[in-house]
T-cell receptor
Framework: AQKITQTQPGMFVQEKEAVTLDCTYD???????LFWYKQPSSGEMIFLIY??????QNATEGRYSLNFQKARKSANLVISASQLGDSAMYFC????????????FGQGTRLTINP | NAGVTQTPKFRVLKTGQSMTLLCAQD?????MYWYRQDPGMGLRLIHY???????AKGEVPDGYNVSRLKKQNFLLGLESAAPSQTSVYFC????????????FGQGTRLTVV
């Protein structure tokens, strides 16, 4: 069954440090997409980065990169040089591209950046 | 561009009342989704649609119904609201094209008393 697991309920990091947010997934579909979203305290959902299951290279978008390890079924988000504005909830999500096409989310990780 | 618009933004219902939440998107997306988010929790999929006239159940469909009569609209109905349905509801839409993200509405805060 399609499932996303985020095992870190909360993370606390000093400003300017790098942080890794964990995400593991389970699917039987060989073709799928993995997404990370940010939800600040204002509540909107902000798309950060995408990784396709057949992509050869790890995705990067500015300070965000995705550490994709297909064999381990993990898709960790790395934020480099963290900023105070990075404090938010972060969600990992997956969509199966051949199956039911559901977009399913993990439980989220609350990231707090300390000055 | 409006993107994804949810109506209403806030609502208070009494137990047993019914209501319909409207989601409208102007991006010609095939896929649309309804989620609920409880405090401190992730987004749980209620129902979704992969095209006009089609709907499917998600992870927590009980107590909700949906309809997708027009491609741009996805309606979520609560026939008899219960306090357990107090939550923030998000609608999202996406293209089936590989690599494209889902776009979200601003959310509807629903309280059932």
């Amino acid at each position: 069954a399609q499932k996303i697991t985020q095992t870190q309920p909360g993370m606390f990091v000093q400003e300017k440090e790098a942080v890794t947010l964990d995400c593991t997934y389970d699917t039987s579909d060989p073709s799928y997409g993995l997404f990370w979203y940010k939800q600040p305290s204002s509540g909107e959902m902000i798309f950060l980065i995408y990784q396709g299951s057949y992509d050869q290279q790890n995705a990067t978008e500015g300070r965000y990169s995705l550490n994709f390890q297909k064999a381990r079924k993990s898709a960790n988000l790395v934020i480099s040089a963290s900023q105070l504005g990075d404090s938010a909830m972060y969600f990992c999500a997956m969509r199966e591209l051949q199956g039911a096409q559901k977009l399913v989310f993990g439980q989220g990780t609350r990231l707090t950046i300390n000055p | 561009n409006a993107g994804v618009t949810q109506t209403p933004k806030f609502r208070v219902l009494k137990t047993g009342q019914s209501m319909t939440l409207l989601c409208a998107q102007d991006m010609n997306h095939e896929y649309m989704y309804w989620y609920r988010q409880d405090p401190g929790m992730g987004l749980r999929l209620i129902h979704y649609s992969v095209g006009e006239g089609t709907t499917a159940k998600g992870e927590v469909p009980d107590g909700y119904n949906v309809s997708r009569l027009k491609k741009q609209n996805f309606l979520l109905g609560l026939e008899s609201a219960a306090p357990s349905q107090t939550s923030v509801y998000f609608c999202a839409s996406s293209s089936p094209t590989r690599g494209t993200e889902a776009f979200f509405g601003q959310g509807t805060r629903l309280t059932v008393v």
